[in-house]
C-alpha cells in the first residue's frame, strides 16, 4: 500500500521521529546528569523538570496547538497569516506571563518547597519554560501547512541542541546553573 506523500502516516512518522529524538536526546542528557551530579543537585534539577516544567508547559499552552491543527486548513489561504500570529500571540504572552511569574516568585516556591538552592535555578530556567510555551504552535502550524522536512530539522536540531546545553556545561565542570542558562 502506498501513502500520498504528505499523507497522515508521514506527519505522524514525521512527529512521532521528533519525540522520540528529544525524549531519547533528555533520556541521555539525565543519565549522564544523574552519573555527574551530587545527589541534591540532580534532585533539585529533576524538581525543575517535573515540578515546573512538564505541567506548566502543558497548562500554558491553553489549547491553542490543537486549536491551530483544527483551524488551519480550514482557513482560506489569505487569513491564514493572521491566525498564525494571532496564535503566536496568545502563546507569547502566556509564555511571557509564566516566565515572568517564575522569575518572580522564585524565592517564595523554594521556600515553600523547602530547597534552597531551586530559587536561582527556576530563576535561570524560567526563560525556557516560557520559550517552550511561545514556541509551542510551530509544529502544528508546519505540519498543517505541509512542511514535514522543516519539522523533521528543527525536531533533531532542537533535541540535539537542548541535550548539548545540559551536558556540555556540567561536562566542563560549570555547573547545573550554567547549564541551565544555556538551555534557556
Not at 533539585?44 to 486548513?73: C, D, H, M, N
Not at 489569505?78 to 506571563?97: D, I, K, N
Not at 514556541?135 to 498543517?144: D, I, K, M, N, R
Not at 519539522?151 to 548539548?164: G, K, R
Request: aromatic share 12%.
Amino acid at each position: 500500500m502506498s501513502y500520498p506523500r504528505y499523507s497522515i502516516w508521514g506527519r505522524v512518522g514525521a512527529v512521532g521521529a521528533g519525540r522520540i529524538a528529544y525524549a531519547g536526546a533528555l533520556l541521555g542528557a539525565e543519565i549522564f546528569l544523574a552519573h555527574t551530579l551530587s545527589p541534591p543537585d540532580f534532585g533539585s534539577y529533576k524538581q525543575l523538570w517535573e515540578v515546573f516544567y512538564r505541567p506548566l508547559v502543558a497548562s500554558f499552552t491553553l489549547g491553542v496547538p490543537a486549536a491551530i491543527f483544527y483551524f488551519y486548513p480550514r482557513t482560506p489561504q489569505e487569513g491564514r497569516g493572521r491566525l498564525t500570529s494571532l496564535a503566536g500571540g496568545v502563546l507569547l504572552g502566556s509564555g511571557t506571563m509564566v516566565s515572568l511569574g517564575l522569575l518572580l516568585l522564585a524565592s517564595p516556591i523554594s521556600l515553600r518547597l523547602k530547597n534552597p538552592d531551586l530559587a536561582g535555578l527556576l530563576s535561570d530556567f524560567s526563560p525556557y519554560i516560557g520559550a517552550t510555551v511561545a514556541a509551542s504552535f510551530l509544529e502544528p502550524f508546519l505540519l498543517s501547512s505541509g512542511r514535514i522536512k522543516v519539522l523533521v530539522c528543527l525536531s533533531f536540531s532542537f533535541a540535539i541542541l537542548s541535550a548539548s546545553a545540559l551536558v556540555l556545561p556540567v561536562a566542563l565542570g560549570y555547573g547545573l546553573d550554567v547549564a541551565l542558562l544555556g538551555l534557556s
